[in-house]
């Protein structure tokens, strides 16, 4: 069961906006990287967002967006008029990145900037920006696996104080599979929904948050 978090018809716009918003918060009203990410994240902006809202995804240019996070988290200092430059920043490439990988992987962001902070992203766009995008998605993806060392499968199996065995035996899901799940082996996104369903029954969640 491979997840996307919304359709790929919207990706594109999406990484505009996203790029534009904090190449604008950046670069125009003057925030840190990190500052504005967490504001971004802790809105409810983000959520909307992430979950393919079309009046975000869609429907927002880049600045007009940062403004809504902006007000929404407090901010009072001065903001200029909305600016969108035809030139990528490395800070309009963060952005890009991030809104791809979010869709990709259907992560939340505080999910993903908790692991790789915007300032971070920032910085691999030397690196990264010609290259093809997979090889940045597969650089996430390690940096994400070192900051998340156990699977979110097995951090819900330990909480509920459950061994492989009773997990195994409570879900009918077989133990070999849960083992592959939990040592990234087997990537239990492109698993079944039933298998997926099996499991967060008995472990008492939602079926998103075995995903991560």
Partial sequence: MEIRAYSELYIEGAQNILGHMFDFAL????????DFAGRFVVSSYSK????????????????????LVLAASGYYGHIPEDIMFIDRSPEYWGGWILAYYQWLKDYPFGYILSAVPFSKLIEMHNIYHEMDIEHVVNELDRR?????????????RLTCGLSQRELADLSG???RQI???EQRQRNIRKASADTILRLSNVLSCDMEALML
């Avoid at 670069?27 to 990190?34: A, C, K, R, T, Y």
């Avoid at 909307?48 to 403004?67: C, D, H, I, M, W």
């Fill in 48 to 67: 909307q967002f992430s979950r393919g809202n079309v009046t975000y995804v869609a429907g927002k240019t880049g600045p007009e967006l940062a403004r």
């Fill in 173 to 175: 899901v077989a133990i």
């Fill in 144 to 156: 994400i696996n070192a900051y998340y060392p156990e699977t979110a499968l097995r951090r819900h």
């Fill in 179 to 181: 083992q592959l799940f």
């Fill in 27 to 34: 670069n125009e009203v003057g925030l840190s990287p990190d």
